[in-house]
C-alpha cells in the first residue's frame, strides 16, 4: 500500500512539475524599448528603457526565479524575486521590467540597463539558470521614442526577425507597453454567426443539443456510479455474514434430484425403511458458505406452534 501511494505520489509530482516547466516556457519577451525620451513612466515618475514579457499561455504562470539578463554568460543576472503577487501573470497578459540598474527600486527594476546606439541582446533563463526560454537582440539602429516589438504577441518564441517590427506610433503601429501589440476590436466568429444565422434558430438549437447532451452523460455517470456503489456494498455485506448471492447462478449438479434421490435410497437401503413406516425424511437447502453439520441449530427440535 505505501509503495503504490509513494509511486502514485511520485507521478503526481512529475506532472505537476512538468505542467509548470510547460506554462514558463510560454512566457517570451514581447517589446522592447531602449531610448524612452517621450513615453511611458515607472512608478516613480521616471523615463526609462523597458522590457515587456507576454503569457502566451492560457493559465496563470509565475515567474518568479527566474532571470534576466543583457549577458549571456551571466544567465543568473537578474533573479526575478520571489514572495511577490505581481510575478503571477495571468493568462494572455503582460508585465514590464525597467532597465534602469535600480533593482533596490523594485521587483520589476532589472540591475542592468540598455545602450542606445548599439545591439542590446536581452535574454530570459528558466529558474534553473541553463535553459534559455527567450532572447531578442535589439539592433542599434533602432530610434528614439520607438519600440522593437512582435508584430503579433507571442508570435514565434524563438529569436525570429520577421516575427518583429519596429513600432514608432505612426501609421497604426502603436507603442503598447504592458498591453496587446495587435489591438482586437471585433469578433469574427460572433460576426460570422451573426451573418449565417440571423434568427438566432441555430444558436438555440446548438445551446439547447450541448445542455441536453451534458445532462445525459452525467445522468450515465451517476447510473454507472449508483450501480458500482450498490455492488460494492452488496460484496461487502456477503462477506460480512457469510451468505451466498442468489443472483449468482448455481453450479451445474448441485442439490440436483438426482443426488438427493441417491441420498435417499442409501438411508433406505441403512436403514432399512419402507413405506410402512411414518418416518418422513426431508432435505433443506441451507443458504450458509459453511458446513451446518457441525452447528446446534440444526439439531435442535422446533418448538411447536400454539
Known amino acids: ?11 503526481c509530482s512529475f506532472c505537476v512539475a512538468g505542467l509548470f516547466a510547460q506554462g514558463r516556457k510560454g512566457v517570451c519577451i514581447n517589446e522592447v524599448m531602449v531610448q524612452n525620451d517621450s513615453n511611458y513612466v ?23 526565479s527566474m532571470f ?17 503577487v505581481n510575478t503571477k501573470i495571468p493568462p494572455r ?14 521587483t520589476f527594476h532589472v540591475n542592468f ?9 536581452i535574454y530570459l533563463f528558466d529558474s534553473d539558470g541553463t535553459t534559455l526560454i ?3 537582440t535589439v539592433p542599434a539602429t533602432l530610434p528614439a521614442g520607438a519600440s522593437f516589438a512582435r508584430k503579433v504577441d507571442g508570435q514565434k518564441a524563438e529569436n525570429d526577425a520577421e ?42 438549437v446548438m445551446a439547447m443539443t450541448i445542455v441536453f447532451l451534458s445532462l445525459l452523460i452525467l445522468c450515465l455517470c451517476f447510473i454507472g456510479l449508483g450501480l458500482f456503489h450498490a455492488q460494492s456494498a452488496r460484496r461487502k455485506k456477503q462477506a460480512a455474514t457469510g451468505t451466498v448471492d442468489d443472483s449468482k447462478p448455481l453450479m451445474a449438479g448441485l442439490d440436483s434430484g438426482e443426488e438427493i434421490a441417491a441420498i435417499c435410497m442409501a438411508l433406505h437401503e441403512h436403514l432399512n425403511m419402507h413405506d410402512k413406516e411414518d418416518f418422513v425424511l426431508t432435505i433443506n437447502k441451507v443458504k450458509r458458505a459453511y458446513s451446518p453439520w457441525n452447528s446446534k441449530i440444526y439439531s435442535l427440535r422446533e418448538l411447536p406452534h400454539k
Open 163 to 204: 516575427a518583429w517590427e519596429v513600432r514608432d506610433g505612426k501609421n497604426g503601429k502603436y507603442i503598447t507597453p504592458s498591453s496587446n501589440n495587435v489591438i482586437i476590436d471585433k469578433n469574427e466568429k460572433i460576426e460570422n454567426f451573426e451573418k449565417h444565422d440571423k434568427t438566432g434558430v441555430g444558436m438555440t
Open 68 to 84: 534576466l539578463t543583457d549577458d549571456k554568460a551571466n544567465p543568473r543576472k537578474y533573479p526575478i524575486p520571489r514572495m511577490d
Open 42 to 64: 515607472d512608478d516613480y515618475g521616471m523615463r526609462h528603457a523597458w522590457v515587456e514579457l507576454f503569457n502566451s499561455t492560457f493559465g496563470s504562470v509565475n515567474i518568479s
Open 1 to 11: 500500500m505505501n509503495k503504490r501511494f509513494l509511486t502514485l505520489l511520485l507521478l
Open 113 to 121: 540597463s540598455l545602450k542606445p546606439g548599439q545591439d542590446n541582446t
Open 134 to 136: 527567450d532572447e531578442v
Open 93 to 106: 497578459q503582460h508585465v514590464v521590467f525597467w532597465c534602469d540598474n535600480e533593482p533596490d527600486k523594485g
